[in-house]
């Protein structure tokens, strides 16, 4: 059974970054796909991006796009997200995600079979 654990969430100021991270265990990381999702308060979960296995192609959403970076290390089992110029309205609760099987569609919640329990990102204004 994958079990994801994400931390390196925290308070920081609009303008500033943050890296969370997302530790996997119980398959060969390598063969899982990686994603990250948010969810604000009263709000859906949402999209963020997703990095294919060998880490050589990432998709953002468009809201994300230019300030974050996903990467991942398979050598340590580790995926991570570079947050940059952030904003208060990216503030929400962040969740990594895995699937092992294939998924012709990459930004849904469906795609993807194990879950973190969440690191919260919290940007003042």
């Known amino acids: 059974q994958v079990q994801l654990v994400e931390s390196g969430g925290g308070l920081v100021q609009a303008g500033g970054s943050l890296r969370p991270s997302c530790a996997a265990s119980?398959?060969?990381?390598?063969?899982?796909?990686m994603a990250w999702f948010r969810q604000a308060p009263g709000k859906e979960r949402e999209f963020v991006g997703t990095i294919s296995r060998s880490g050589a192609i990432t998709n953002y959403a468009d809201s994300v796009k230019g300030r974050f970076t996903i990467s991942r290390d398979n050598a340590k089992n580790t995926m991570y997200l570079q947050m940059t110029s952030l904003k208060p309205k990216d503030t929400a609760v962040y969740y990594c995600a895995g699937h092992i099987r294939s998924a012709s569609v990459l930004a849904t919640t469906t795609a993807y079979d194990y879950w973190g329990q969440g690191t919260q990102v919290t940007v003042s204004s």
């Open positions: 119980g398959a060969t990381f390598s063969t899982i796909r």
